[in-house]
């Protein structure tokens, strides 16, 4: 994890304990853990790997992780209030970027949150 990162992201918003914070592409949870201990925020973490999401889940109980992909977002019922993702782009191919994107500012716009 870098630390400038995480700073960026802690100081992004008003991330606070009624806040709902989710990671797109959260692999072992390294950000959004460090959030929701930073702020006592909501945090919720996907990811496509098993794998990483059982690394995630033994590393938090706080965090809610699930399997999911950025390009297909399914968390029906919730909104965010930050919608991030570090390390992740280079891992969708050019044509799935337009779908990742506009999956999110459809979170967003559910939220009626305005994209950060």
Not at 18 to 40: K, M, P, R
Not at 104 to 113: A, I, K, N, P, Y
Request: charged content about 20%; hydrophobic content about 40%; glycine content about 8%.
């Amino acid at each position: 994890m870098r630390p400038e990162v995480l700073k960026q992201l802690l100081s992004s918003g008003e991330i606070a304990a009624a806040s709902q914070v989710l990671e797109v592409g959260c692999g072992t949870g390294n950000y959004i853990i460090a959030i929701e201990q930073a702020t006592g925020c909501q945090g919720w973490g996907i990811d496509p790997s098993a794998e990483m999401l059982a690394r995630a889940r033994a590393r938090s109980c706080a965090v809610s992780f699930r399997p999911g992909r950025g390009e297909k977002l399914a968390l029906p019922g919730r909104h965010f209030d930050l919608v991030f993702s570090v390390d992740v782009i280079h891992h969708n191919v050019q044509f799935q970027l337009p779908h990742v994107f506009n999956s999110t500012r459809t979170e967003l716009f559910r939220s009626r949150v305005n994209a950060r």
